[in-house]
């Protein structure tokens, strides 16, 4: 995870033209179980960029669209 870090924030600190802290201290980790929705899950994880300020529309991110996000897809692990 830090290697993640350190080089996702050198690339997108490069990108927007700014320097410093991108990340938080630490990270959160968590295992997604079987009877979550993961649509819910997806939407949160989907929504961070628009709350840590790195987008100003959840639709300028470029994962926003992704599969989990659409009602079609079903939404939890259990079928």
């Known amino acids: 995870v830090k290697t993640v870090k350190a080089r996702s924030a050198l690339a997108i600190n490069r990108r927007k033209g700014r320097v410093g802290r991108l990340w938080q201290r630490g990270y959160y ?21 628009l709350r840590a300020g790195l987008v100003r529309d959840v639709r300028d991110y470029s994962h926003w669209d992704c ?4 009602d079609r897809a079903g939404g939890s692990l259990v079928e």
């Open 29 to 49: 980790e968590h295992a997604i179980r079987a009877y979550e929705d993961i649509r819910s899950v997806a939407r949160y994880m989907v929504a961070n960029p």
């Open 67 to 70: 599969i989990w996000m659409d």
